[in-house]
């Protein structure tokens, strides 16, 4: 660079760092004039203009210095501020990972780059960059090191390198965070809250580091704990935005979710039109029964990212919104426009089955439905025979036998009560009836049973698993795991009501678990008939879990298998599952109320049969059904794909 081009770069920087930003304009563009091919002063100028918030010229000067000098990377880390300030994340990541990958880790692109990621909604990459950030702008080349064995899956390197700093200073807290990811790594949850304690003992101050223990306590379920954290970060705070996210988050998943809207909110006020809040606040719109406005939050969402399929898709189940033309051509330019991934096209394709079913359009909206279904199934990792090899192991150790023996002596003053089976079976409907009752408080879906039974060995001797386990467990050790589970569903309990529902489905396998550890838990199986479960789960997208669904034969074998557990527990615990059936209830709901209730020990209440008038927010894709009067379309709604199901059917044949 020329000394007289630098010397005027120079003064324009002095000026502008004086904050006069007025006259470093001035001065940028009459030497600018002088000058119209300086590849410095034409960046230079558009950095200016973009911090003085003039967007449109700022974007002019920077594409202009990218186009006299292609790999310089500081108009392109600009471009990528400038675009993630128009809440552009997607255009912002491809600049910023060109800047990065021109100047290699400079610590403001590498930060940018993760914002936009996160805002794109790719929160793993975010966070690996991230973390990446945090190590290069960290005094110690060891900790860089480290971070890049941990990158490259060399654990016990990067282990190795932390350790050596902490010899050196065992308080350092940038070589305990790392040492604690490190550990999440390598599935050693333990450890890793140990150091994540301890950095922020440390460091109280540093809220980033409390954001960190809180999300990995949200990962482990432990949500009040995490909430409790997150709440005590002020609001001033300069990571406040992510905290109110990571918070509303968490206080939709125990239910709170009027708390959580507020969260969604306050991350708005911040920082407007942020796709992920404006997401989050449509889905507690809607569960709360504000229909209307979850709509315009989910379009306000795609308005600022079309590219979110969650919202296109949510909105499209929604009771009583059919897309329009313009909408089914959005979602099909997008698919074909190729700016979407595999894992984005995926809620794409439902929205437009969803969108095509409504028209009456049956074989178009199954043709998108078994292709959403088929990118899907590519993603998520489901083993049928591992499942049937677990149930067999469940059926095998939960015999009579032992089910008549060592019980726990867990308190009872609180009655869980669990709804279970295959998704989309009647469980809500099932719930709402409960939780229209005055002493019961429907909690949706806890995943606390199957982290007890994957837990349950820890501070065993030996090498046993569940379910084998239970063997070795003693009264007072089953008594713990019914406390443990207890504690944790009392988070969702909020009003301390003396009955609470749990509906995970997948608690079918377990109902000798809860019977051991819950002697006094009341369990409901909602059944529906096998064709119309199994096609309402292929034309469900869940939000996680239930991988078994993506598959038509996979999807019929698990329903087997799920009979087949059932009938187990029927014979070794004779009377303890009442099964409802969901056509049941649809032909005669008040004697059905009369059954569940009674099973439950609780004195009928007219509510339960008035169930859709109860206003409780609802968290699960039934959420709108179970606030209409009880209807009878929905039981023959599956003959609508009938001329697609031979292969159901076929895998269905010994319980049809």
Same mark, same amino acid.
């Given at each position: ?150 990158? &490259? ?176 051509? /959005? ?77 726990? /002596? ?65 009264? /007072? ?43 006094? &838990? ?26 078994? /669904? ?107």
């Amino acid at each position: 660079m020329p000394g007289d081009s630098r010397l005027v770069v120079e003064e324009v920087l002095r000026v502008a760092g004086d904050g006069d930003l007025n006259q470093a304009l001035a001065l940028c563009q009459s030497k600018l004039a002088a000058a119209p091919e300086d590849v410095n002063l034409t960046a230079l100028l558009g950095a200016i203009l973009l911090k003085a918030g003039q967007t449109d010229g700022a974007e002019q000067y920077l594409q202009r210095a990218i186009f006299l000098e292609p790999e310089f990377a500081k108009p392109h880390e600009d471009l990528g501020a400038l675009y993630l300030e128009r809440n552009d994340p997607e255009r912002a990541v491809t600049f910023y990972e060109r800047a990065v990958a021109l100047a290699g880790p400079l610590p403001s692109a590498v930060k940018g780059l993760a914002v936009a990621l996160l805002r794109s909604g790719r929160t793993e990459e975010a966070e690996a960059i991230r973390l990446q950030h945090f190590a290069n702008t960290s005094d110690s080349p060891v900790l860089a090191q480290a971070h890049a064995r941990r990158m &490259a899956g060399d654990l016990p390197a990067a282990e190795k390198l932390c350790q050596d700093l902490l010899q050196k200073n065992p308080n350092d807290v940038a070589a305990l965070r790392m040492l604690a990811f490190v550990a999440i790594d390598d599935e050693r949850y333990a450890v890793a809250e140990s150091f994540l304690q301890r950095v922020v003992k440390l460091a109280p101050e540093s809220f980033s580091f409390v954001h960190d223990l809180a999300r990995f306590l949200g990962d482990r379920g432990r949500y009040s704990e995490a909430i409790e954290l997150l709440e005590r970060i002020p609001d001033t705070a300069k990571e406040y935005p992510d905290v109110q996210q990571t918070l509303g988050d968490m206080l939709a998943i125990i239910g709170r979710s009027a708390e959580a809207q507020t969260a969604y909110e306050k991350c708005l006020t911040i920082r407007p039109n942020d796709p992920s809040a404006l997401l989050g606040r449509a889905h507690m719109l809607r569960i709360a029964g504000r229909s209307d406005e979850a709509v315009k939050s989910y379009r306000e969402c795609i308005a600022a990212r079309p590219e979110i399929g969650d919202a296109w898709w949510n909105m499209a189940t929604m009771r009583g919104y059919e897309a329009s033309d313009d909408d089914v051509t /959005s979602m099909l330019k997008l698919l074909e426009s190729g700016r979407l991934d595999e894992r984005s096209e995926i809620p794409f394709r439902f929205a437009l089955a969803r969108a095509f079913e409504k028209r009456k359009d049956f074989e178009r909206a199954w043709e998108q439905y078994v292709r959403g279904n088929s990118a899907k199934r590519a993603l998520v990792k489901y083993d049928p025979v591992e499942i049937e090899s677990q149930n067999r192991a469940i059926k095998d150790v939960f015999n009579a036998t032992f089910l008549e023996t060592t019980k726990a /002596s867990t308190p009872s003053n609180t009655t869980p009560v669990f709804v279970l089976g295959v998704p989309r079976s009647g469980s809500t409907l099932v719930e709402q009836v409960l939780a229209s009752h005055s002493s019961v408080a429907g909690c949706g879906e806890l995943p606390y049973i199957i982290m007890l039974s994957t837990s349950a060995a820890a501070g065993t001797a030996g090498s046993l698993h569940y379910p084998k386990i239970l063997n070795e467990l003693d009264a /007072s050790q089953l008594t713990g795991l019914g406390r443990t589970y207890l504690h944790y569903a009392m988070a969702h309990n909020v009003d301390g009501q003396p009955f609470f529902t749990d509906k995970m489905p997948a608690n079918f396998s377990h109902v000798g678990l809860i019977s051991q550890i819950l002697p006094h &838990a009341k369990i409901i199986d909602a059944r529906r008939s096998p064709m119309a479960t199994c096609v309402a789960n292929f034309r469900q997208l869940f939000a996680q879990g239930k991988n078994q /669904s993506y598959d038509l034969t996979e999807l019929g074998e698990y329903y087997l298998q799920y009979v087949d557990m059932m009938n187990h527990w029927n014979k070794v615990l004779p009377g303890k599952v009442l099964r409802v059936q969901y056509e049941d209830v649809v032909a005669d709901i008040e004697s059905q109320v009369r059954r569940i209730l009674d099973h439950c020990g609780l004195p009928f209440e007219d509510a339960c049969v008035d169930f859709h008038t109860n206003s409780r927010p609802v968290n699960t894709a039934s959420s709108e059904q179970v606030r209409q009067p009880i209807y009878g379309s929905a039981v023959e709604f599956w003959k609508n794909y009938e001329p697609y199901l031979d292969e159901l059917r076929e895998v269905l044949r010994p319980i049809l």
